[in-house]
Each structure stands twice: as C-alpha cells, then as structure tokens.
Antibody
Framework: EVQLVESGGGLVQPGGSLRLSCAAS????????MNWVRQAPGKGLEWVSY????????YYADSVKGRFTISRDNAKNSLYLQMNSLRDEDTAVYYC????????????????WGRGTLVTVSS | QSVLTQPPSVSAAPGQKVTISCSGS????????VSWYQQLPGTAPKLLIY???KRPSGIPDRFSGSKSGTSATLGITGLQTGDEADYYC???????????FGGGTKLTVL
C-alpha cells in the first residue's frame, strides 16, 4: 500500500526541540521530492519545507527558517524534520506529503499525504 | 494572512453547483499551475485538482478547475452532503521560493 506515516509528535516546552519522522512505503521514495505542511488548531494549511529527491535542494518558510531542518534518508525511505527553539505558534498537526514538481516548479502539487502528527508547544 | 486569497465560506443546496475562487499574483498563480485540496472533517488533505484542471484517478468529474491570469476557480456540481469540507488552493511562489496555500474555504451543503 502506498502510504506515508508520521511519528515523533508530542508535548514540548517553549524553546525545546523535537524530531519528526515520516516513513514512506509502497513507492520508490528516492524518486520523489517531499514536503512538510502544518495546520494549527482550527486554522488553514501552512507550507513548512521542501526537499528534493536527492536532498540537494531545500527550501523553508520564513516562519521556521533557522530553527527547523528538513532531511531525508533514502536508504531508510524516511523523511525528517528537526525542530529547534520551538515556540507556542509552532503548535500544529504536521503532515508529511509527497510532491510532484516540474523542472521549474511551475507544476507543484502534493499528491500523497500522511495522517499527520500533533506537536504541542506549551509550558 | 495567506498569500492566496479564498472566501472563508460558501454554501449551496444538494444537487446545486458552487464555485470557490482563489486569487494570487504574477509570482504564484500567474506563472504556475494551481492545485486544489479537499479536507474532510478530522482527516488529512487530499489532492482534488492538479495543474489547474486535471483530476487524479478516482476524483469524480463533478469537480473541475480553471485558471485565468492570477486567479483560479474550483467548481463542484451535483453537490452532495459528503462534499462538506474545507477546500484549499495551492501553488509554488517563484519569487519567494516557497509553497503557498489559500486560507481555505468551508463548504456547507444546506
């Protein structure tokens, strides 16, 4: 079955760190770019980060730049998000999503999503 | 504030048609393809439309998409109560080098 399964969420204090993982199965993970997208409680979708299939190209939203690090291990079919210096406003469900992207990114869309993992930042 | 602008809510009766708009700029919608996502209550988003007007396998032709200039539109015909969900448009912003979504539109089928 083609799927993405996130893990690693939980309760963390402001200023703390957390590492999210996303396990891919049912498709050739190393052939696809991947994204993290988050959704704060009762709010809309917010794009967080992008990583190319090889890991050589990475982008971040301004809201997380310098605090979050996206990475992947193609041998383990896994995507990661290292989150440091966490703030209250980082509280959200974090989704791992497979992205289909054209050479110039004129075509960019998320065709497979995980169920998400909840991160709560609170003292 | 989302980079792409959607109406917060739309509503229509079962069997009717509804459209949801998504407005952006030349750096995102104006020069890139638009995708649409459906998020049913308590679930993860699902791809509904990609590259402006293409439907993934399994998405009924009641759902359609179009784009003109810096705006895009999602259309849903033959509304069903099961279509009640939040709908999001998305694209890549070439100037900012970031993915962008609309704020979401809540569809109510009266």
């Amino acid at each position: 079955e083609v799927q993405l399964v996130e893990s690693g969420g939980g309760l963390v204090q402001p200023g703390g760190s957390l590492r999210l993982s996303c396990a891919a199965s049912g498709f050739t993970f190393s052939s696809y770019s991947m994204n993290w997208v988050r959704q704060a409680p009762g709010k809309g979708l917010e794009w967080v980060s992008y990583i190319s299939s090889s890991g050589s190209t990475i982008y971040y939203a301004d809201s997380v730049k310098g605090r979050f690090t996206i990475s992947r291990d193609n041998a383990k079919n896994s995507l990661y998000l290292q989150m440091n210096s966490l703030r209250d406003e980082d509280t959200a469900v974090y989704y791992c999503a497979r992205v289909i992207v054209g050479a110039t990114k004129s075509s960019w869309y998320l065709d497979l999503w995980g169920r998400g993992t909840l991160v709560t930042v609170s003292s | 504030q989302s980079v792409l602008t959607q109406p917060p809510s739309v509503s229509a009766a079962p069997g009717q048609k509804v459209t949801i708009s998504c407005s952006g700029s030349s750096s995102n919608i104006g020069n890139n393809y638009v995708s649409w996502y459906q998020q049913l209550p308590g679930t993860a988003p699902k791809l509904l439309i990609y590259e402006n007007n293409k439907r993934p396998s399994g998405i009924p032709d009641r759902f359609s998409g179009s784009k003109s200039g810096t705006s895009a539109t999602l259309g849903i015909t033959g509304l069903q109560t099961g279509d009640e969900a939040d709908y999001y448009c998305g694209t890549w912003d070439s100037s900012l080098s970031v993915g962008v979504f609309g704020g979401g539109t809540k569809l109510t089928v009266l």
